[in-house]
């Protein structure tokens, strides 16, 4: 049985076609002028689509489903007031709602790093608003037993992620090695270059990664019997309910994360059960599994998961700190950039591509041998996670760039203030290692931290 | 005594895609006082657009205000609420009484009369009520809207936010002067070639 994630209403499309012009895999058919369907083989799930689609259901029309009848469909509270369009993706409020008035369960949350510079602007703050404290204050009213971070899982998957890299560099593995944290992409791969799945990194994403943990090891700390576990996670992007419901993502003995709401929902769930965001004092996120570098937290934008793994990757082979912690030439906008890194004796050929579509003529190179990088960070939506299917809708097309900037300066800003900038240097990953995982790549990393690809091609 | 001819919003049908990004943009720009910022999240009343998109089996275009110069909608307002400012035919909509002369006065139904909202809730009306299932409720105060040419920040919100540049702003003298100018040339190049 599958739900479409991501649907276009036929009642209130127009075929105007705007979203074919930003789905990166050609994934919706039909006429001009007439209602859109949404090919579901090709489709990733990335949520560009419901980004840009205009097109609204009006209170004064009466020849349609009533609005509350269609909000209803889509799984969105009875509280919510916006508007909806044409394209959409299903929403699963009702369901951490009923979780969080349920006694019996032990709920916790991850949220991940691009959530906290646009969650605000739901709430009328100006665009790229930081508000990390905010959200896990409003995480705490909402009585979630633990706050916990997709950034805190973000240092671990660079642990793992940087490991494996320098193991495929010096003993002659599979190269380039493509990140796998953006679920879309990988999506893309399995359906359109299965044959190219053993470069992905084996990794899962800081999503899955934080989910495994927090059934095994956030069970034990805090005492818990897994089962009673319900484990919800806050994304800027709609593939991450498709990467949760990957059959495979149960090495915990439990499904690793329950649900996955994204940052539109959670402002919903937010107002729904009348928290004044705006005026909450700032909290901190619980420890043990909530507590981040900036490394982590530059993962919501392109070129962040790059500059992440070579502040660490760079430690771990020279044994020296990495001279220059900002790694300007790396960050960018979308499109494919490239750079050479001098890491002691090896030269390591990197390459960020945002914009899924930027990556063909990269996948075509590896097939034909032609491909010299060692390491390839992809990212589907045009400007990392900041921009993802998932973020707040923006009302004018001229505020998209403006809020996607607003938004990435917001991300480096945080990363440079904060003390700890390495994933490495995050004392909590140690201490996880010491007391659980032991030692990256090892066995216990192995059975909770990695997994495996599935070809999807027709 | 020179009288400049209002300006107007006019949409070239050849490029319209109905995608109601003008609608959209439209509403945005006009309630500031309904907390609207930047995103969707912020709405919280219907969206009450001054520009309608009109589909039908071969066209989809938007139709809007001509400001007409002789404006029909002001000379029947019994209340004197619709008046010229500058170059726009303006609806008052403190003074506004829901009478709906204008709206069938106007020959395109560039008006429409709908609920008022401030600071994201209906106006409620002091004393007039309507008939509901559980008895007399509160009624909304609903008021005329029609396009004001933006003249809070005088560049049209529509015009910007179309991805088809499709809508413009006619200003009737430039436009005259310049297809003017273009036929004259045209003259003079048939007239050359009749030597």
């Known amino acids: ?458 | 005594m020179k009288t400049i001819p209002n300006t107007f919003v006019i949409v070239n049908s050849n490029k319209c895609i109905g995608c109601k990004a003008c609608e959209v943009a439209c509403f945005t720009v006009h309630n500031e006082n309904n907390n609207v910022v930047a995103t969707v999240g912020t709405v919280t009343t219907p969206i009450i657009p001054r520009l309608n998109v009109i589909k039908g089996e071969n066209f989809v275009v938007p139709i809007q205000c001509r400001h007409c110069d002789d404006a029909p909608c002001a000379n029947v307002c019994p209340v004197r609420a619709i008046k010229q400012e500058n170059n726009t035919i303006v609806i008052n909509e403190k003074d506004c009484i829901g009478c709906k002369t204008c709206l069938i006065a106007c020959p395109i139904g560039a008006i429409d009369l709908l609920p008022q909202y401030d600071n994201g809730e209906q106006v409620i009306q002091l004393n007039l009520k309507q008939e509901g299932e559980n008895g007399l409720e509160e009624k909304a105060k609903s008021i005329a809207y029609k396009c004001d040419l933006c003249k809070e920040s005088g560049k049209p919100a529509c015009v910007n936010a179309c991805p088809q540049k499709a809508l413009t702003l006619v200003n009737v003298s430039t436009e005259k002067k310049s297809r003017n100018k273009a036929a004259a040339l045209s003259l003079l190049q048939t007239s050359k070639s009749y030597r």
């Open chain 1, 1 to 458: 049985m599958s739900i479409n994630i991501i649907n276009i209403d036929k009642e209130l499309c127009t075929g105007c076609r705007r979203c074919t012009e930003v789905c990166p895999v050609n994934a919706i058919e039909g006429e001009e002028g007439k209602p859109q369907t949404i090919n579901s083989d090709r489709c990733v799930i990335c949520g560009q689509c419901v980004q840009i689609c205009s097109v609204y259901a009006s209170n004064f029309q009466d020849d349609i489903t009533p609005i509350d009848v269609k909000k209803d469909e889509r799984g969105m509270l009875e509280s919510v007031k916006e508007p909806i369009f044409a394209a959409y993706n299903i929403g699963h409020t009702k369901l951490v709602k009923e979780a969080l008035a349920n006694p019996n369960l032990y709920k916790l949350v991850q949220c991940a790093p691009a959530v906290r510079v646009a969650l605000a602007e739901e709430f009328g703050l100006p665009l790229g608003s930081l508000t990390p404290g905010k959200m896990a204050a409003a995480l705490r009213c909402l009585k979630f037993d633990r706050v916990y971070d997709t950034n805190f899982a973000a240092d671990l998957t660079i642990m793992e992620e940087g490991s494996e890299l320098i193991k495929r560099v010096t003993e002659g593995g599979t190269l380039p090695m493509f990140t796998s944290c953006c679920p879309a992409w990988v999506k893309f791969a399995e359906q359109e270059y299965p044959e190219l799945l053993n470069h992905l990194s084996s990794c899962k994403s800081p999503q899955q990664m934080g989910g495994a943990m927090i059934k095994t090891y956030g069970a034990k700390i805090d005492d818990i019997d897994p089962a009673k576990i319900f484990s919800v996670s806050i994304m800027p992007c709609t593939c991450k309910k498709f990467e949760c419901d990957r059959p495979e993502m149960t090495d915990s003995g439990y499904k690793d994360v329950d649900v996955v709401l994204t940052t539109r929902e959670l402002a919903q769930l937010i107002k729904g059960m009348g928290i004044d965001f705006k005026n909450l004092p700032d909290e901190k996120f619980d420890l043990a599994l909530g507590n981040y570098t900036g490394a982590g937290t530059i993962f919501g934008v392109t070129g962040g998961v790059m500059e992440a793994a070579l502040r660490t990757g760079y430690e771990l082979i020279t044994k020296e700190p990495i001279p220059n912690i900002d790694l300007e030439f790396i960050r960018g906008n979308e499109g494919v950039r490239t750079a050479v890194v001098k890491i002691g004796n090896l030269e390591l050929k990197v390459a960020m591509v945002s914009g899924l579509k930027n990556v063909v003529p990269l996948l075509e190179d590896v097939k034909k041998g032609k491909c010299d990088f060692h390491f390839i960070e992809v990212m589907t939506c045009p400007e990392g996670c900041v921009s993802g299917g998932g973020q707040p809708k923006l009302l004018l097309e001229e505020c998209r760039p403006i809020a996607y900037k607003a938004r990435k300066a917001a991300t480096y800003d945080h990363d440079s203030k904060l003390e700890l900038r390495k994933s490495h240097e995050n004392p909590d990953i140690i201490k996880l290692y010491d007391e659980f995982l032991g030692e990256p790549l090892g066995h216990q990393s192995h059975h909770l931290l990695h997994t495996k690809y599935v070809s999807r091609k027709k």
